[in-house]
């Protein structure tokens, strides 16, 4: 990621909380508290983590002032908080406006009642910002979705490989997203989300990868599970898995590793992409959740697969880790080869991996080495990967 450029948060939290008071909750739902601490104060934690972000600015409802006092929060990077509007849209703008005087490069809009954010999510919204103007987090839509009219009957079915849920935090470039709203604030027209106002202002959306454990606060069993969530920590159980894998080299003048093109004089051979890298990773994830191999779920013979990218078998075997609510420690790769060089491209390497598996890319290690001129590798027929996982997972015994 660009260390040179500067990075914002605004928290919208000038919500009233009407459904959750309308529950029987005596706090609007961005200050009930989850194991004793108040779920904004949790989320502000959560960004306070990213040493990435230079400020974070509240958003607060009017009359809410005291309630944000008596979080007790204080960081040289956490703004004061400003009061918002009379709709979501509205109160992003307040904060848009308030952090016009700061001129961040780069904004990320989160809302405050998504506590489980991390550092990975935050890394490849970031990441994607590099390239695009805008970056939005999203998890596939796994139901079945049904068109209804009337509320009554179904009038149709959606095709559900085009859908995703959006999350946030949604990430932008300060200058067009703060025009866009401006803008914005002149339609009739109410927007859902950030994304949705950029889109409108003729912006390109990059997709990220969201989380499942990215959840929203909004109904009582949202509040259940987050408790749920933060009760299991205390009863993980730390997994370990290994992968290897070897390709050979072919004709060609691009090598892929780690999810990284490197120029080379051939290519590895493969059904996908031949990431030997890639591939030893995600069986390593696969061995400690006890899964199989790559083999197993994405198999060479599926001709769907040719030539794909193998950040997807490396996402899926994230999601399989997410699903069962765990979460990744760390990741370790060694790589043999005599040609291409790697060291060069093992920031990028640890980058697209991070972004990848939703982690920090401190968590992410990733070594090169010869083989001496020894044996297959050291006649440059070919390249080895080596890689270990570790992973927490609820305690099931």
């Known amino acids: 990621m660009n260390s040179n450029r500067t990075i914002a948060a605004i928290v919208v939290a000038a919500g009233r909380g009407e459904r959750a008071i309308a529950n029987g909750d005596s706090e609007p739902k961005q200050y009930r508290p989850v194991q004793g601490v108040p779920v904004l104060g ?50 992003v703008l307040a904060g848009l406006r308030a952090l016009q005087a700061h001129r961040p490069d780069h904004v990320l809009i989160h809302d405050a009642v998504r506590p489980f954010v991390d550092g990975g999510l935050i890394e490849a919204v970031l990441l994607a910002l590099e390239e695009h103007q805008a970056a939005l987090p999203v998890v596939p839509v796994i139901d079945t979705i049904k068109r209804s009219t009337d509320r009554l ?44 106002i950029a889109e409108w202002a003729g912006m390109t959306v990059r997709m990220t990868r969201g989380s499942t454990r990215n959840i929203k606060l909004t109904l009582p069993e949202d509040f ?18 290994t992968g290897y894998d070897v390709h050979p080299f072919a004709e060609g003048d691009t090598v892929w590793l780690g999810g ?3 120029p080379h004089t051939h290519r590895l051979a493969g059904h996908s992409d031949a990431d030997a890298a890639l ?50 420690v760390n990741l370790d790769v060694t790589i043999v080869c005599e040609a291409p060089r790697i060291g060069p491209h093992v920031e990028t390497m640890k980058r697209t991996i991070s972004a990848t598996c939703q982690i920090s890319p401190t968590r992410v290690a990733i ?30 015994d």
Do not use: C, N
């Open 42 to 91: 949790r989320t502000i934690g959560a960004l306070l983590e990213v040493p990435e972000i230079r400020w974070i600015l509240p958003v607060i409802h009017p009359g809410h002032e005291e309630r944000y006092r008596a979080l007790g929060l204080a960081d040289a990077r956490l703004l004061p908080a400003v009061t918002g509007g009379a709709s979501r849209q509205a109160s």
């Open 153 to 196: 009957t179904v009038a149709g079915t959606q095709d559900r490989h085009e859908l995703f849920a959006a999350q946030t935090p949604q990430g932008f470039h300060f200058a067009p997203i703060f025009a866009a709203h401006e803008a914005a604030a002149r339609e009739p027209q109410d927007f859902t989300d950030d994304a949705a």
């Open 224 to 241: 259940a599970r987050a408790e749920r969530i933060i009760a299991g920590e205390g009863s993980m159980e730390t997994r370990v898995g």
């Open 260 to 262: 990284v093109g490197i």
């Open 279 to 328: 591939h030893a990773l995600t069986d390593a994830i696969y061995g400690a959740l006890g899964e199989g191999d790559i083999g197993v779920h994405f198999p060479p013979s599926d001709p769907q697969w040719q030539g794909a990218a193998s950040t997807l078998f490396l996402a899926h075997a994230v999601d399989l880790v997410l699903g069962r609510g765990g979460r990744i």
């Open 367 to 396: 070594k090169a080495t010869t083989s001496e001129r020894l044996g297959f590798v050291g006649r440059e027929e070919g390249i080895v990967a080596m890689a270990a996982a570790s992973i927490e997972l609820p305690r099931t």
